[in-house]
């Protein structure tokens, strides 16, 4: 999914849309299917973990924010040892740091195009159809082009099937192409290819783009008006919906007044886009990054585990639980 006139050469670094069956979290974005192919497993294995994808803004309060699935896991892989610590201060005595998966991500040798800049608006889900702002977006979009830079939209697939976002990036002549979806096989791969590529990213809103694009190298900054997400939008959230106090907490510590005050050095515009690569390594838990055969293991990826965990949910708990 991309404009009609996208360069070939970003045609040629983005992944087309592979989608797959979810059967568990770490089948989100393709991650699983990365470490089995690195690992010539067979594509058939399933996960019995889970493996946090994203990157939380919110300073951690709740379990909630971390563990959305409360049905019984084998690991909760997390990205930094403060997570894993926060969890066990609160129960959760499966948690362990792994980083996030797209630090599993291999490099395609990727060339960064100068003077390129990504915009990444603020984007619907599946169960809410959000209206972006995006003409004030499209606007400076245009400036930057005038001054000389190749612009560009990475548009999220829900944005795309609810159909506000293209006619308008098409109507101005801005080139497009669709982001992530946990569905699809070759998003993270896409999202690493694109960071590589694009030498400065833009957005009007705060989300895990935000450190994953520092984190492969390219500059960041927020754009004016900031976009901020109300509780209520969310009520049908299958997770988050029913709790309504911590869903208000989350959505307020990503508004403007709480993002400037965190990350006032990203909202100095586009000429003055700053890169913080420590920090991003950081947050995705580059230092708790573990060996990929250690990896399969806390999956659930060994022979052993997947014959055990093949059983029935209730015999598998508690065999596993009888051979620790």
Not at 33 to 42: A, C, T
Not at 277 to 299: H, M, Q, T, W, Y
Request: charged letters at 20%; a positive charge; glycine letters at 6%.
């Amino acid at each position: 999914m991309h404009s009609e006139n996208l360069t070939k050469e970003l045609k040629d670094i983005i992944p087309s849309y592979e989608i797959t069956k979810v059967y568990s979290e770490p089948d989100f974005y393709g991650a699983g299917r990365i470490i089995k192919d690195k690992l010539n497993h067979p594509k058939n294995k399933i996960s019995y973990s889970s493996w946090s994808h994203g990157w939380e803004n919110a300073t951690l309060k709740s379990p909630d924010q971390i563990v959305w699935d409360k049905s019984w896991k084998y690991k909760r892989l997390v990205r930094t040892k403060d997570v894993e610590n926060f969890l066990t201060i609160n129960g959760v005595k499966n948690a362990i740091a792994v980083g996030l998966p797209i630090i599993y991500v291999d490099s395609q040798n990727i060339t960064r195009r100068p003077n390129s800049v990504l915009f990444m608006p603020a984007h619907s889900l599946s169960y809410v159809n959000i209206e972006p702002g995006i003409l004030g977006f499209i606007e400076q979009a245009l400036a930057v082009r005038e001054s000389g830079a190749y612009t560009c939209f990475c548009v999220h697939p829900d944005c795309v099937k609810h159909g506000k976002t293209i006619p308008l990036l098409n109507k101005y002549n801005l080139d497009w192409f669709a982001g992530a979806s946990p569905t699809d096989l070759n998003s993270l791969q896409r999202m690493r290819n694109i960071f590589e590529y694009f030498e400065t990213v833009g957005s009007n809103t705060i989300g895990s783009h935000f450190i994953y694009s520092q984190f492969f190298g390219a500059k960041f900054f927020f754009t004016e008006p900031y976009f901020e997400y109300k509780s209520e939008w969310f009520s049908k959230d299958p997770v988050l919906g029913p709790k309504k106090d911590l869903l208000v907490y989350i959505t307020q510590q990503s508004t403007y007044a709480v993002i400037k005050a965190k990350y006032p050095k990203y909202f100095k515009g586009y000429d003055n886009a700053h890169l913080d690569r420590i920090f991003a390594e950081r947050e995705v838990g580059l230092d708790s990054k573990v060996a990929l055969n250690e990896l399969s293991a806390l999956l659930g990826f060994d022979m052993m585990n997947q014959l055990i965990f093949s059983l029935p949910f209730y015999t598998s708990k508690a065999v596993s639980k009888f051979l620790r």
